[in-house]
């Protein structure tokens, strides 16, 4: 048993020393592994702000995930195509920067989460699920059936974006840049889960009555909760598009929703580093199950059903000793 | 747009309302038995699929298929009910999705352990293939036909079900106060596994039903039963005729949305661009529908507070 800040250092340790390890080895594959553990943490941790701290289970999140995909590839493909995104107004054109990319990607999904959240925030509990998982859904039908950007083949692109300073081709520098943002959000999702807002977003989650009685507006409250995680899980997005040099419409897929779900209850609910976990435990079954079985989402769904009934608190929730500030 | 092809569209909306219907009645008796969101749903509606197709290129007969389809559904049903989902009752909204998350995976992979990944085909039987002439002289496939009045039988006999019958008494009453009937004496975990089965079966029926017209494949069910969520967010979640209107609404809404708007968008684009446009706009009409009902009656059509 240990305390929980603790494990947080060794699970990012971990993630970090290992592809340090491939490196010195010289396995590209598993540093490739690694980045795409670290970027679906991104994703996780911004889920987690919403359904761990907030209570609100949005079974929707491949949406903004998907949003920030494509904003990636969206402006790539059009500075590689070299034409412009639209002239009238006014002109803009497409841009290998990732820093821009990810500045659309955030903005974008936050817009689409501001959308989504006004609406889905008017119902609760199981509706709540319901409806984010049907707005998903919408999201990714249109991606099919928008003929401009790939339709269903969705879209390549040749050469990863460039980030100042860095050969982002290479995979331990990406790697790095990926981590480094992960960090930088983890850090961020801590600020926030212990300012005033995240006390409150917390409270309101234990005691809705309560929380309202004290004269906090947990819609407004909820909503802006929603839109960052819808932000943060963008941005993952884009890094998960940059990695693969590739979008399609799976990324909108429910599939993908509720495979960032898995990332959290595997690592454990409402713990900061419980999505990082998550994130690398289900890299590491994949890479290790799939080796053995063409049909190894059937171990997944084991694995899944078994913490989901007897292990309640994921792996950081087993291996900590304090309990998490709050019964669901 | 002709009168008669509009005609066999709203037909086709209605076909595709009732499919929806048999889903999302399922679903909606569920969790307002119960209080469980089941997203195994779409797992035993693919099922009922294979189970016909399986059952039906064995035997030759299309009837015993579907036979074979409702059963199957329903003891898969009740299987989970025993196995997994009973953990779940008291458990929060969460861990119901993860968990049945969980069991997509594992039925969606174990059926294409058992049947690969190509698509199986059902055919329409012999009795009820062609055309029949409906008044004002329109040709309508007899089978579609066929779905729409078996998927009205269906809504008819389960408010008979539940309005008039001893079960439907305590279905009702499990609704309201699930202690209580409890400590009246009747056996609640009988009755949890029966309303499960019944909802495995119906989501069964509309797999076989729907299987002789699309094909057969794993990963059939998940898009359908986000429709059905569609259909109970509009209808009111554990009302059976919400589940009703909902389900006739988005199946008319789809299917003509899907003809008309690319026509509509014809009459002043043009024609490459207003079918893009169109199908594109006309895939996320049935959402838009749900985000309007959100606006004006979050809970549902026929919903309760």
Same mark, same amino acid.
């Given at each position: 048993?240990?305390?929980?800040?603790?494990?947080?250092?060794?699970?990012?340790?971990?993630?970090?020393?290992?592809?340090?390890?491939?490196?010195?080895?010289?396995?590209?594959? %598993?540093?490739?592994?690694?980045?795409?553990?670290?970027?679906?943490?991104?994703?996780?941790?911004?889920?987690?702000?919403?359904?761990?701290?907030?209570?609100?289970?949005?079974?929707?999140?491949?949406?903004?995930?998907?949003?920030?995909?494509?904003?990636?590839?969206?402006?790539?493909?059009?500075?590689?195509?070299?034409?412009?995104?639209?002239?009238?107004?006014?002109?803009?054109?497409?841009?290998?920067?990732?820093?821009?990319?990810?500045?659309?990607?955030?903005?974008?999904?936050?817009?689409?989460?501001? &959308?989504?959240?006004? /609406?889905?925030?008017?119902?609760?509990?199981?509706?709540?699920?319901?409806?984010?998982?049907?707005?998903?859904?919408?999201?990714?039908?249109?991606?099919?059936?928008?003929?401009?950007?790939?339709?269903?083949?969705?879209?390549?692109?040749?050469?990863?974006?460039?980030?100042?300073?860095?050969?982002?081709?290479?995979?331990?520098?990406?790697?790095?840049?990926?981590?480094?943002?992960?960090?930088?959000?983890?850090?961020?999702?801590?600020?926030?889960?212990?300012?005033?807002?995240?006390?409150?977003?917390?409270?309101?989650?234990?005691?809705?009555?309560?929380?309202?009685?004290?004269?906090?507006?947990? =819609?407004?409250?909820?909503?802006?909760?929603?839109?960052?995680?819808?932000?943060?899980?963008?941005? $993952?997005?884009?890094?998960?598009?940059?990695?693969?040099?590739?979008?399609?419409?799976?990324?909108?897929?429910?599939?993908?929703?509720?495979?960032?779900?898995?990332?959290?209850?595997?690592?454990?609910?409402?713990?900061?580093?419980?999505?990082?976990?998550?994130?690398?435990? =289900?890299?590491?079954?994949?890479?290790?199950?799939?080796?053995?079985?063409?049909?190894?989402?059937?171990?997944?769904?084991?694995?899944? &059903?078994?913490?989901?009934?007897?292990?309640?608190?994921?792996?950081?929730?087993?291996?900590?000793?304090?309990?998490? *500030?709050?019964?669901? | 747009?002709?009168?008669? /092809?509009?005609?066999?569209?709203?037909?086709?909306?209605?076909?595709?309302?009732?499919?929806?219907?048999?889903?999302?009645?399922?679903?909606?008796?569920?969790?307002?038995?119960?209080?469980?969101?089941?997203?195994?749903?779409?797992?035993?509606?693919?099922?009922?699929?294979?189970?016909? $197709?399986?059952?039906?290129?064995?035997?030759?007969?299309?009837?015993?298929?579907?036979?074979?389809?409702?059963?199957?559904?329903?003891?898969?049903?009740?299987?989970?009910?025993?196995?997994?989902?009973? *953990?779940? =009752?008291?458990?929060?909204?969460?861990?119901?999705?993860?968990?049945?998350?969980?069991?997509?995976?594992?039925?969606?992979?174990?059926?294409?352990?058992?049947?690969?990944?190509?698509?199986?085909?059902?055919?329409?039987?012999?009795?009820?293939?062609?055309?029949?002439? &409906?008044?004002?002289?329109?040709?309508?496939?007899?089978?579609?036909?066929?779905?729409?009045?078996?998927?009205?039988?269906?809504?008819?006999? /389960?408010?008979?079900? @539940?309005?008039?019958?001893?079960?439907?008494?305590? @279905?009702?009453?499990?609704?309201?106060?699930?202690?209580?009937?409890?400590?009246?004496?009747?056996?609640?975990?009988?009755?949890?596994?029966?309303?499960?089965?019944?909802?495995?079966?119906?989501?069964?029926?509309?797999?076989?039903?729907?299987?002789?017209?699309?094909?057969?494949?794993?990963?059939?069910?998940?898009?359908? &039963?986000?429709?059905?969520?569609?259909? @109970?967010?509009?209808?009111?979640?554990?009302? %059976?005729?919400?589940?009703?209107?909902?389900?006739?609404?988005?199946?008319?809404?789809?299917?003509?949305?899907?003809?008309?708007?690319?026509?509509?968008?014809?009459?002043?684009?043009?024609?490459?661009?207003?079918?893009?446009?169109?199908?594109?706009?006309?895939?996320?009409?049935? =959402?838009?529908?749900?985000?309007?009902?959100?606006?004006?009656?979050?809970?549902?059509?026929?919903?309760?507070?």
């Amino acid at each position: 048993m240990l305390p929980e800040r603790m494990i947080n250092l060794l699970i990012l340790g971990l993630l970090l020393a290992v592809p340090l390890v491939a490196l010195a080895m010289d396995e590209p594959f %598993i540093i490739t592994l690694a980045t795409k553990a670290a970027v679906l943490a991104v994703a996780g941790v911004g889920l987690n702000l919403a359904l761990g701290q907030g209570g609100l289970v949005s079974f929707g999140h491949a949406a903004y995930f998907g949003v920030g995909g494509y904003a990636m590839g969206i402006l790539a493909s059009h500075a590689q195509s070299y034409t412009p995104i639209m002239e009238v107004p006014f002109l803009i054109e497409g841009t290998k920067s990732m820093l821009v990319i990810w500045l659309v990607a955030i903005v974008a999904s936050a817009l689409v989460a501001l &959308l989504v959240g006004a /609406l889905s925030l008017r119902t609760s509990g199981v509706y709540f699920i319901m409806v984010t998982l049907a707005f998903g859904q919408m999201l990714y039908y249109f991606a099919i059936s928008w003929p401009a950007y790939g339709g269903e083949d969705g879209l390549s692109i040749y050469v990863r974006n460039g980030f100042p300073g860095l050969n982002t081709l290479d995979p331990i520098q990406f790697f790095g840049l990926c981590f480094a943002v992960l960090l930088i959000v983890l850090f961020v999702v801590n600020l926030l889960n212990k300012s005033p807002f995240g006390l409150a977003l917390n409270g309101a989650h234990q005691n809705e009555e309560r929380a309202r009685t004290v004269g906090i507006n947990v =819609y407004r409250l909820r909503l802006t909760a929603f839109v960052i995680s819808g932000a943060i899980t963008g941005l $993952a997005g884009a890094l998960f598009a940059d990695l693969n040099r590739f979008v399609s419409p799976t990324m909108f897929s429910w599939h993908t929703s509720g495979e960032i779900m898995v990332f959290i209850i595997l690592g454990g609910v409402a713990r900061l580093c419980g999505p990082v976990a998550g994130a690398a435990v =289900y890299i590491l079954l994949e890479h290790v199950l799939g080796g053995l079985s063409e049909y190894w989402h059937i171990y997944l769904g084991a694995i899944l &059903l078994f913490v989901v009934l007897f292990a309640k608190g994921g792996l950081v929730g087993g291996l900590s000793r304090r309990e998490v *500030r709050h019964a669901g | 747009m002709s009168i008669i /092809l509009l005609i066999e569209q709203i037909l086709n909306g209605l076909q595709f309302g009732v499919m929806l219907f048999l889903m999302a009645a399922g679903l909606t008796l569920i969790f307002g038995v119960m209080g469980l969101i089941n997203l195994a749903h779409g797992s035993l509606y693919m099922i009922g699929a294979f189970a016909a $197709a399986a059952g039906a290129a064995a035997t030759g007969s299309f009837v015993l298929g579907l036979i074979a389809a409702l059963m199957a559904a329903a003891l898969f049903g009740a299987l989970i009910e025993l196995t997994v989902i009973r *953990r779940l =009752y008291a458990r929060d909204h969460l861990d119901q999705v993860l968990a049945t998350f969980a069991l997509i995976l594992i039925f969606s992979e174990a059926t294409r352990w058992v049947f690969g990944s190509f698509p199986l085909f059902l055919d329409t039987p012999d009795f009820l293939s062609g055309t029949v002439t &409906l008044p004002g002289g329109i040709l309508y496939s007899k089978y579609r036909l066929a779905i729409i009045l078996i998927g009205l039988a269906v809504a008819v006999g /389960l408010f008979l079900l @539940i309005s008039k019958t001893r079960v439907g008494m305590r @279905i009702r009453a499990g609704e309201n106060d699930r202690e209580m009937i409890g400590a009246l004496g009747v056996d609640i975990s009988v009755l949890y596994t029966m309303v499960f089965a019944l909802g495995a079966a119906l989501a069964g029926l509309s797999g076989a039903l729907v299987g002789a017209i699309q094909s057969v494949e794993v990963g059939m069910g998940e898009p359908v &039963l986000i429709l059905a969520f569609v259909v @109970i967010v509009i209808g009111g979640i554990g009302s %059976i005729k919400g589940a009703l209107a909902g389900a006739i609404l988005v199946g008319l809404t789809d299917t003509l949305g899907r003809t008309l708007l690319p026509v509509l968008f014809a009459s002043f684009m043009e024609p490459s661009a207003a079918t893009s446009v169109g199908s594109a706009l006309a895939s996320m009409l049935i =959402y838009i529908l749900m985000a309007g009902v959100l606006l004006f009656k979050p809970t549902g059509l026929f919903g309760s507070a």
